[in-house]
C-alpha cells in the first residue's frame, strides 16, 4: 500500500500531538510522585570514552573502605572486566567521556565496585565516588556541583586525559592510541555490564541505567597501559597501583535511558 503526502502529513500530526500529549501527562506524574523520570543520556565516541581501570594496592584496600565512608550496609566487591581477565580484583575505575542528553559536557567519574546488602541477592554494582564535570551539574550528594576542568583530547594518535580533583589536585595521563584497526579489541563480562544496571552514590542513592546493545555486545579498544604516562596527585593515588590493568575505550558511541535518583 502506498502511503501519499496527505496521508503522511496526518499521520505525522497526530503523532506530535499525541505524544506530547502523553509526554504533558507523565511530566505531571513524575512531579506528584506516581511515576519515575526517564531522560536520554549519550555517551559520544569524540572524544574517545576511555576507562583507566586501577588495581587497589592490597595493603590499602582497608584504607580505602575507610576513606569512602560507605552507606551501612554496602562494602566492597572484586570486579572481572574482560573475558580475557584471569581474576577479579577490587579496583578503582576512572572514566572520561562526552556526554550529551541529560547534560552537555565532558565527565569525569572515580569509580570502586560495591554489594549492597540490601539487595536480595547482593549484586556487584559501580559506586561513584567522585564526579567532576566541565559544565555545572547536578548529584544526589551535592545537589548542585560548580564545573571543573575536564579534557579529553586525540591528537596525532595520541590520547591525553586531564582531570581536575579537589584541593588543585589532578590525573594526568597521556598515551599512544595508534589507528583502531590495529589495536586488539576484547568482549567485557556479564558482571561488568550488570553492574552499570543501578549506579550508586555515596551516600546511597542510585541511578537505574538501561542500554542496548551497543554496550552489551560491544568489544572495546585495549591500549598498552604501560605505554601511558600518568601523573596522579588526587585523593586516590594513594590506594592504587601506578600502572593500570587496562586503558579501555568504546568503539562507537552508547545510548542510554536513565532514571536518576531512583530509589528516593
Not at 559544565?135 to 590520547?159: C, G, K, S, Y
Not at 556479564?190 to 560491544?218: C, F, H, M, Q
Request: proline residues 8%; charged residues 25%; aromatic residues 12%.
Amino acid at each position: 500500500m502506498e502511503l501519499s503526502k496527505s496521508g503522511r502529513l496526518a499521520r505525522r500530526l497526530v503523532k506530535r500531538l499525541l505524544y506530547s500529549m502523553l509526554s504533558f501527562r507523565e511530566g505531571i506524574l513524575v512531579l506528584l510522585g506516581r511515576a519515575k523520570p526517564y531522560v536520554r543520556f549519550t555517551v559520544e565516541d569524540a572524544p574517545p570514552s576511555v576507562y583507566y581501570n586501577f588495581r587497589v594496592r592490597p595493603d590499602r584496600r582497608d584504607g580505602l573502605e575507610r576513606h569512602l565512608d560507605l552507606p551501612p550496609g554496602f562494602s566492597l566487591a572484586k570486579m572481572r572486566f574482560l573475558e580475557q581477565d584471569p581474576e577479579a580484583a577490587y579496583y578503582i575505575s576512572l572514566n572520561v567521556y562526552r556526554v550529551s542528553g541529560i547534560t552537555n559536557a565532558l565527565r569525569a567519574e572515580w569509580s570502586v565496585f560495591v554489594k549492597n546488602a540490601a539487595e536480595d541477592p547482593p549484586v556487584t554494582r559501580y559506586l561513584v565516588a567522585e564526579a567532576q564535570s566541565s559544565e555545572i551539574t547536578m548529584d544526589p550528594v551535592n545537589i548542585f556541583v560548580r564545573a571543573r576542568r575536564v579534557e579529553q583530547a586525540l591528537l596525532d594518535n595520541r590520547l591525553e586525559t586531564r582531570v581536575e580533583s579537589f584541593q588543585r589536585t589532578y590525573f594526568h595521563a597521556i598515551g599512544p592510541m595508534p589507528e583502531r584497526s590495529s589495536l586488539p579489541t576484547a568482549l567485557v563480562t556479564r558482571e561488568w555490564l550488570k553492574s552499570n544496571d543501578l549506579i550508586y552514590w555515596p551516600n546511597g542513592i542510585g541511578d537505574r541505567v538501561y542500554y542496548n546493545g551497543g554496550l552489551a555486545g560491544t568489544e572495546m579498544l585495549c591500549l598498552p597501559p604501560e605505554s601511558f604516562r600518568i601523573e596522579d596527585t588526587t585523593a586516590w593515588h594513594e590506594f592504587i597501583l601506578p600502572v593500570p590493568d587496562h586503558v579501555l575505550v568504546f568503539q562507537n558511541p552508547l545510548e542510554f535511558v536513565i532514571s536518576p535518583w531512583w530509589n528516593v
